[in-house]
């Protein structure tokens, strides 16, 4: 007789391992609490859904300990993931830097042939179904919001995290697990905005440019990433902020004074940039400062550049010292602020921390607490970085876990 398997959460995870269970003999229910299915999907790459990275690696993730992660990865893997989604209609889009998306670039490709599969495969789908309590006897006991209860052989806890909570991730599933007897290590958003410490951002807000951020702690760099930053009247942002943000906030939450470099001239270095200066202003004696910075950088950052350096705005080029040329090369090169927070879970990706995976098997994804219970996706103290890591990491321990509750 097969196992009847009770998932929490139709997102990516959920629904890949409802999937899992029916291909492998078992008969799966989905609870899902909001009206439909795979709502946060639809968000994922801009809305055209990165699902995957051909470029993937462990160091790509994140967490207390990132390596529980690799067994499912290497069993479900990118080439795995993308045959798979092949076979449900999706022809893969290979782009820069490995990521992969589906060929309509459309995220709604990917929920349409995930929902046709669970209608087609007689999957039971419950939406608008909170789960309030967990239980564990002979079997599991799940009770909604509402009171109603289902009963089943096994259960997987793929609600999600705390991220984009717009698409109904409101950290119910820790709680869940809390109740379990899981501990839940610190969470935090990941992927986020970061806010910086200065007076002039109001004046920054909107300059974009191709450079290179740092995270620097004790003036000693710990991670950087390059492309095109933001800033905003906040602080920053850019595909490179969200790749630092979720070191910036672990040594935060350390107690650690934060700083975020930038460089907006990063083809030269330092001393190279000097030279440039010490020649180009040489070529405009009669113009100030001011005027002369025109076409070299964004206008909008001149007037902000020449008050941290304490450059008069009128001075003219042709005299300015070189100790003032030196703090325009400095400053071009690697401009410092003091990070202070992010912004908050409705603009985070993904979230950082979560269920402790000392506590879970890392090759079945099943509870070391309580058998018969999986944990997946986001819920884990497991997150990637920026470019499909995050649905690899879904869609493999969702598989690994929905194998696994219908086998055993």
Do not use: H
């Given at each position: 007789?097969?196992?009847?398997?009770?998932?929490?959460?139709?997102?990516?995870?959920?629904?890949?391992?409802?999937?899992?269970?029916?291909?492998?003999?078992?008969?799966a229910l989905i609870l899902e609490k909001n009206d439909r299915v795979g709502k946060k999907l639809l968000a994922t790459g801009n809305g055209r859904c990165n699902y995957t990275n051909k470029n993937l690696n462990i160091n790509n993730y994140h967490g207390n300990n990132p390596k529980f992660a690799y067994s499912a990865l290497s069993e479900f893997d990118v080439e795995r993931t993308i045959e798979f989604f092949e076979s449900l209609g999706i022809t893969p889009a290979v782009e820069d830097n490995g990521k992969v998306f589906p060929l309509s670039f459309q995220a709604s490709s990917m929920l349409d042939v995930l929902r046709y599969e669970i209608e087609t495969q007689g999957i039971e789908l419950i939406t608008e179904a909170q789960v309030f309590e967990i239980k564990k006897k002979n079997q599991f006991t799940v009770t909604l919001k509402d009171k109603r209860i289902f009963e089943?052989?096994?259960?997987?806890?793929?609600?999600?995290?705390?991220?984009?909570?717009?698409?109904?991730?409101d950290g119910n599933g820790y709680n869940l697990c809390k109740k379990l007897g899981h501990t839940i290590t610190e969470i935090f958003p990941g992927l986020v905005q970061l806010k910086l410490e200065s007076k002039f951002l109001r004046a920054l807000d909107g300059v974009k440019f191709l450079g290179v951020a740092g995270i620097y702690i004790d003036n000693k760099l710990i991670l950087e990433d390059s492309g095109d930053i933001l800033f905003t009247s906040y602080g920053?942002?850019?595909?490179?902020?969200?790749?630092?943000?979720?070191?910036?906030?672990?040594?935060m939450n350390k107690e650690k004074n934060v700083e975020l470099r930038v460089s907006i001239i990063h083809t030269k270095t330092q001393e190279e940039l000097l030279e440039y200066l010490v020649n180009r202003f040489k070529l405009m004696p009669n113009k100030t400062i001011e005027i002369a910075l025109i076409g070299l950088i964004n206008k909008k950052l001149i007037i902000p550049l020449l008050k941290e350096t304490n450059i008069d705005k009128n001075k003219n080029a042709a005299s300015l010292s070189k100790d003032e040329m030196r703090k325009l090369s400095e400053i071009l090169t690697s401009w410092s602020f003091k990070v202070i927070g992010s912004q908050s879970w409705g603009n985070a990706q993904v979230t950082a921390g979560g269920v402790n995976t000392a506590e879970v098997d890392n090759k079945t994804m099943e509870s070391k607490i309580v058998k018969g219970l999986y944990?997946?996706?986001?819920?884990?103290?497991?997150?990637?970085?920026?470019?499909?890591?995050?649905?690899?990491?879904?869609?493999?321990?969702?598989?690994?876990?929905g194998l696994n509750a219908a086998k055993n």
């Open positions: 007789m097969s196992k009847k398997i009770i998932i929490i959460g139709g997102g990516a995870a959920g629904m890949m391992a409802a999937l899992s269970v029916k291909r492998n003999g078992g008969d089943g052989d096994r259960v997987i806890i793929a609600t999600g995290g705390m991220a984009l909570p717009s698409s109904g991730s920053i942002s850019g595909p490179p902020v969200l790749q630092l943000s979720r070191t910036a906030l672990d040594y944990i997946v996706g986001e819920l884990l103290d497991i997150d990637g970085d920026c470019g499909g890591f995050n649905l690899q990491w879904a869609w493999s321990s969702g598989y690994i876990a």
